[in-house]
């Protein structure tokens, strides 16, 4: 493959360092420690970031109360169902300010309450300036998040468009995300290992997206 990339104006890899102050990354692993209360682990992380101690409190406790989690910011995160921890690993990420935000399958394995409430959170970042890259196997999720949606098979974008054109190509009447995912991928179960594709993660996803242009 070859290509470049810019993030907020900088080159991904002529300047990832520079790159990296712009982006928050929630991966699909949650990123904390157990033995350390909520506000323990986002006052370790900011540290990591080079951020002045009391600035990183206000932001610690500005992002936890905006994922509604303020008031178990002195409890231990082992003592969390996953849905918490979620909320604060996507307090984590966000300690920077971000620019732009990346999300691996944020709501995987939530209850119907917390992913509504975590969906919630990420259009008010997008209507906050926060440009969201989200990648999702959940279908309506993708519909109701994205300005733009990308369905990829084995490594590559097959399909890129807003959700309402990629529904329309179908000539069908009330098509769905998932009636263009599977027109486009085929409806077989696949079998591969990860060493079978040209991908680190498998199979067929969708990335959606929420941006603004500055």
Same mark, same amino acid.
């Given at each position: 493959?070859?290509?470049?990339?810019? =993030?907020? &104006? !900088?080159?991904? =890899?002529?300047?990832?360092? /520079?790159? /990296?102050? !712009?982006?928050?990354?929630?991966? *699909?692993?949650?990123?904390?420690?157990?033995?350390?209360?909520?506000?323990?682990?986002?006052?370790? +992380?900011?540290?990591?970031?080079?951020?002045?101690?009391? *600035?990183?409190? =206000?932001?610690?406790?500005?992002?936890?109360?905006?994922?509604?989690?303020?008031?178990?910011?002195?409890?231990? $995160?082992?003592? +969390?169902?996953?849905?918490?921890? @979620?909320?604060?690993?996507?307090? /984590?990420?966000?300690?920077? *300010?971000? *620019?732009?935000?990346?999300?691996?399958?944020?709501?995987?394995?939530?209850?119907? @309450?917390?992913?509504?409430?975590? #969906?919630? +959170?990420?259009?008010?970042?997008?209507?906050? &300036?926060?440009?969201?890259?989200?990648? $999702?196997?959940?279908?309506?999720?993708?519909?109701?998040? %994205?300005?733009?949606?990308?369905?990829?098979? /084995?490594?590559?974008?097959?399909?890129?468009?807003?959700?309402?054109?990629?529904?329309?190509?179908?000539?069908?009447?009330?098509?769905?995300?998932?009636?263009?995912?599977? @027109?486009? $991928?085929?409806?077989?179960?696949?079998?591969?290992?990860?060493?079978?594709?040209? %991908?680190?993660?498998? &199979?067929?996803?969708? +990335?959606?997206?929420?941006? #603004?242009?500055?």
């Amino acid at each position: 493959t070859s290509g470049s990339g810019r =993030v907020a &104006g !900088h080159d991904i =890899v002529k300047e990832p360092a /520079r790159v /990296r102050e !712009h982006i928050g990354l929630v991966a *699909e692993k949650i990123i904390l420690y157990d033995r350390l209360t909520a506000l323990e682990n986002l006052m370790f +992380f900011g540290s990591l970031y080079h951020l002045p101690k009391k *600035e990183i409190k =206000v932001r610690a406790m500005k992002w936890l109360k905006a994922l509604e989690m303020d008031r178990w910011a002195d409890k231990l $995160t082992g003592t +969390f169902s996953t849905g918490m921890k @979620q909320r604060v690993n996507i307090a /984590r990420a966000l300690l920077t *300010e971000p *620019e732009v935000m990346f999300l691996d399958e944020p709501t995987l394995g939530l209850d119907p @309450q917390t992913s509504r409430s975590i #969906r919630d +959170f990420i259009q008010d970042l997008h209507e906050h &300036g926060v440009t969201v890259i989200l990648t $999702t196997h959940i279908m309506p999720e993708a519909d109701e998040l %994205s300005d733009t949606v990308a369905i990829i098979d /084995r490594g590559k974008i097959i399909a890129i468009d807003t959700p309402k054109n990629l529904k329309l190509s179908l000539n069908k009447e009330n098509a769905t995300l998932e009636d263009v995912f599977l @027109q486009l $991928t085929g409806r077989d179960m696949r079998e591969e290992t990860h060493e079978e594709i040209p %991908s680190a993660r498998s &199979g067929r996803h969708m +990335f959606g997206g929420k941006s #603004r242009i500055r």
